[in-house]
């Protein structure tokens, strides 16, 4: 059975930076695009980021030359590295392997 469990969430001030992890088991992670996807409530979720099996990246305009997301196949993880981080940046991250696998989500609050 396929896992992800994200890491890295919390409370930042405007402009701090946040690097958050997703690490797979039970799956051959590097034949999988992994995506980092983000939702407030009362909103859907959307894509912040992702990249595909060859490396192939791409961003969400809210979040381009801030933000970068990358793999490390031999830790079977997804980074998601996230710089001057703006208060509207708060929502809960999810990780997502695939089509359909996600992660439990882990909240990012940005806020003075």
């Known amino acids: 059975q396929v896992q992800l469990v994200e890491s890295g969430g919390g409370l930042v001030q405007p402009g701090g930076s946040l690097r958050l992890s997703c690490t797979a088991s039970?799956?051959?992670?590097?034949?999988?695009?992994m995506g980092w996807y983000r939702q407030v409530p009362g909103k859907q979720r959307e894509l912040v980021a992702h990249?595909?099996?060859?490396?192939?990246?791409n961003y969400a305009d809210a979040v381009k030359g801030r933000f970068t997301i990358s793999r490390d196949n031999a830790k079977n993880t997804v980074y998601l590295q996230m710089n001057s981080l703006k208060p509207e940046d708060t929502a809960v991250y999810y990780c997502?392997?695939?089509?359909?696998?996600w992660g439990q989500g882990t909240q990012v609050t940005v806020s003075s």
């Open positions: 997502k392997q695939g089509l359909t696998t």
């Open positions: 039970g799956s051959i992670f590097r034949i999988y695009t």
């Open positions: 990249i595909t099996s060859g490396g192939s990246t």
